[in-house]
């Protein structure tokens, strides 16, 4: 397309001041303020049932949040049921035992019927248990007590942070006592020299990215489910999100953290040294471990300096191949300030533009990219940017495209892809694949999944952060089929398998994924896995039925 039908689209494309980027974008910006903001006009009572659910200290929840626990007032069915588990040998709750627990917390122990619901359901409404016990610990000595105590009764826990994991992870297979991190929520320090921040594990990952802010600084790591989500949750399912490409995964920026093990006991790794190289990294063991090695309550971690100057380019490309090419190119002209590199098929745009009303800043195309640079020098970084915008229009790379610099609109753009999740679950039952593959095969089984399930499914969507390789592969259907699943599942891990990926990019295994993880580890590793497990764990009393596999599976 000729630069000069993107320059009238959009007039961002060669004139870079903010007055012009503010006056060409503004009519598009309040389109998509106005179509978000209808779809979450509350009813007092559904405003009061929500406002119950929040954990103390938080004043609000994000749209993606919001709409999600709407969902977990539903009915879902018991995993239990739907998956035929058995339950293991674990001992059940007695009144003995909560006069323990509310001697331990006065007022932070929760048996009521309704207030345990949203607990029990994860937001997807995928997976549900049937926990008849909340605890809501503020220290990390309170979740010793409860552990110690746990172990010797043989009462199986369930960690819980913002329950927002998409595996089945976060909620109890049957009625694991919840021990919920919400209350441990305080920030313990902050070095504004080394910008090392360590805080308690209930810690909301956007509430820590605006106290950072303040500071000058940001967290390494942006999710969509940043409102609700803990950062204690983030690195024990080590969390990827949009920031990878541009900060790393959190086994780098978490320099130490402190755990409770099954028996209680505290291991306290909370280093603030970005080199310390004596003995095993013990660390290492809980990020990823889904809870089922311990408790992670406080983390220590290594945070950037806020950049000075943010843009963000929302492009059109005519094909998968020129979303690759463009990649290439942008790593090329963009180097250091290239701080995001995201995709989505307009299958995703239908979704966000049919069920959130969302609208499409540019003309439609079979894919999109949303491009984030962030540096020190406003100036250096639009030379950059303009450089290779005009390099991918006059390469046919682009067919149409629309930038922002101010972060309200960033904030409009971006909503075009972190919303994406959001839109499915109103689109039915989904069935989510999030999968890490060799770039240039990464739509590859989007294409093949279509054409295997036929009209079986509903919508087949990929999307996802194609500058580390992670495919979020989406299935929706009007409800849950098992013959749908069985169409799915194992293929779509052998397809992975294949080509060498990993089945579980940045989700982690949860309950739903660990009889494949097979397929991305060989038996001898899971085998060692399995023996840590047990070493840290003998009674399997913590986040049971998750994660690995049974030694006799």
């Known amino acids: 397309m000729a630069a000069s039908i993107l320059v009238r689209r959009c007039q961002v ?26 779809m979450y006009q509350l009813k007092k009572q559904e405003a009061q049932a929500l406002k119950r659910q929040l954990p103390s200290g938080i004043s609000h929840m994000p749209q993606r949040a919001l709409h999600s626990t709407l969902l977990c007032f539903q009915e879902v069915m018991l995993t239990s049921e739907r998956y035929e588990v058995q339950r293991l040998p674990f001992a059940h709750v007695s009144d003995r035992d909560l006069s323990f627990f509310e001697r331990l917390m006065p007022g932070r122990v929760i048996t009521d019927a309704d207030e345990l619901k949203p607990f029990n359901v994860d937001w997807l409404k995928t997976v549900r248990g049937c926990s008849k016990v909340l605890l809501k610990p503020r220290t990390t000595e309170e979740v010793s007590e409860v552990l110690r105590y746990c172990n010797e009764r043989n009462l199986a826990v369930n960690p819980q942070g913002g329950n927002t994991g998409l595996v089945g992870g976060s909620v109890p297979v049957f009625d694991e006592i919840i021990l919920s991190t919400a209350l441990m929520n305080q920030v313990i320090s902050f070095n504004s020299i080394s910008g090392i921040l360590v805080c308690q594990a209930g810690c909301i990952l956007e509430n820590l990215n605006q106290y950072l802010e303040q500071q000058d600084y940001i967290m390494p790591l942006d999710l969509a489910a940043k409102g609700s989500c803990h950062i204690g949750g983030n690195v024990a399912t080590n969390a990827g999100g949009l920031r990878l490409l541009r900060y790393g995964s959190l086994r780098g920026t978490v320099l130490g953290l402190e755990a409770v093990l099954a028996d209680g006991s505290i291991l306290n790794c909370l280093a603030s040294l970005r080199k310390d190289n004596t003995g095993y990294d013990l660390k290492q063991l809980f990020i990823g471990s889904e809870g089922t090695l311990g408790i992670v309550t406080a983390v220590s971690i290594l945070c950037p300096r806020k950049p000075k100057a943010v843009n963000l380019a929302f492009l059109g490309c005519p094909s998968f191949s020129q979303v690759l090419r463009t990649f290439t190119t942008c790593k090329g002209m963009l180097g250091e300030i290239l701080s995001a590199y995201e995709f989505m098929d307009n299958e995703c745009m239908k979704l966000v533009r049919r069920h959130l009303k969302l609208v499409n800043p540019v003309a439609e195309s079979p894919f999109y990219v949303l491009i984030e640079t962030s540096g020190s020098n406003s100036a250096h970084d639009e030379e950059k940017l303009s450089n290779f915008l005009d390099h991918v229009m006059t390469s046919n790379l682009v067919a149409d495209g629309t930038l922002a610099s101010e972060d309200k ?101 949860g309950f739903k994924k660990k009889h494949y993880i097979h397929y991305s580890k060989p038996q001898k590793a899971v085998l060692l896995m399995q023996q840590f497990k047990a070493m840290l764990d003998p009674k399997g009393i913590l986040n049971p039925y998750k994660t690995l596999p049974v030694k006799s599976e």
């Open 13 to 38: 494309w060669h004139c870079w001041t903010p007055s012009k980027l503010q006056a060409g974008c503004m009519r598009k910006a309040l389109s998509i303020q106005t179509g978000s903001a209808a």
């Open 409 to 509: 609109k960033i904030k409009m753009l971006w909503a075009l892809r972190e919303r994406i999740t959001e839109a499915l679950t109103c689109d039915g039952y989904v069935y989510k694949y999030d999968i890490s593959l060799p770039v240039e095969k990464i739509y590859d089984l989007v294409t093949d999944m279509r054409a295997r399930l036929g009209g079986s499914a509903r919508t087949v969507v990929g999307y996802g952060h194609l500058g580390d390789g992670n495919l979020h592969l989406n299935i929706t259907a009007e409800s849950y089929s098992h013959s749908l699943l069985e169409a799915i599942e194992p293929y779509v891990y052998e397809w992975t398998s294949q080509y060498r990926g990993s089945i579980s990019a940045e989700h982690g295994l």
